[in-house]
T-cell receptor, first 112, second 115 residues
Framework: DAKTTQPNSMESNEEEPVHLPCNHS???????IHWYRQLPSQGPEYVIH???SNVNNRMASLAIAEDRKSSTLILHRATLRDAAVYYC?????????????FGTGTLLAVQP | DAGVIQSPRHEVTEMGQEVTLRCKPI?????LFWYRQTMMRGLELLIY????????DSGMPEDRFSAKMPNASFSTLKIQPSEPRDSAVYFC?????????????FGEGSWLTVV
């Protein structure tokens, strides 16, 4: 499994953009990059995923480096509800097994 | 649509007692997962099922833990006998298929305290 490195914690102000980085230098060519987040006292929830191109959805954007060794999750306007632990997970797509292995993630604090 | 439903939400039990955690996956989902979360070890995958069959139980900590999935809409995780170090949040999750890359949907967790 590819290793990931994320900052332990980050802070942001409400209504400002947040860029959450992730290094995954050992990612294989077939691994997608998935992001999940875990709000306080809840189970993790899917945020976004991508392979090579930048991706956008209603929750966030994902910017993937050209060499795929790093990616950045972008929250365009942080809200208090975005305070959570964010997990970056390289994830082989289409294989026979569907194991999602979590690292330690980044704890995002959002200040009003 | 109802999400993954877990019960009980909270349980406090005495060391040595049997604990049974229950899970109802999202209807139509073929894969089911049990995770455990503690401060020390983070989120750990204990076991997962495809089409009610256990595929990988390498994360199950020891023989005191067992998991079953008698049908597509129900699974249990049992700890017998329970120990204080089993105190954790146990999450059940499901996904549409067993193929990797499918989004995995988590329940709200069962908060277990063993005293």
């Amino acid at each position: 499994d590819a290793k990931t490195t994320q900052p332990n914690s980050m802070e942001s102000n409400e209504e400002e953009p947040v860029h959450l980085p992730c290094n995954h230098s050992t990612i294989s060519g077939t691994d997608y990059i998935h992001w999940y987040r875990q709000l306080p006292s809840q189970g993790p929830e899917y945020v976004i995923h991508g392979l090579t191109s930048n991706v956008n959805n209603r929750m966030a954007s994902l910017a993937i480096a050209e060499d795929r060794k790093s990616s950045t999750l972008i929250l365009h306007r942080a809200t208090l509800r975005d305070a959570a632990v964010y997990y970056c997970i390289p994830y082989y797509y289409g294989g026979a097994t569907n194991k999602l292995i979590f690292g330690t993630g980044t704890l995002l604090a959002v200040q009003p | 649509d109802a999400g993954v439903i877990q019960s009980p939400r909270h349980e406090v039990t005495e060391m040595g007692q049997e604990v049974t955690l229950r899970c109802k996956p999202i209807s139509g989902h073929n894969s089911l997962f049990w995770y455990r979360q503690t401060m020390m070890r983070g989120l750990e995958l204990l076991i997962y099922f495809n089409n009610n069959v256990p595929i990988d139980d390498s994360g199950m900590p020891e023989d005191r833990f067992s998991a079953k999935m008698p049908n597509a809409s129900f699974s249990t995780l049992k700890i017998q006998p329970s120990e204080p170090r089993d105190s954790a949040v146990y999450f059940c999750a499901s996904s549409p298929t067993g193929k990797s890359g499918n989004t995995i949907y988590f329940g709200e967790g069962s908060w277990l305290t063993v005293v």
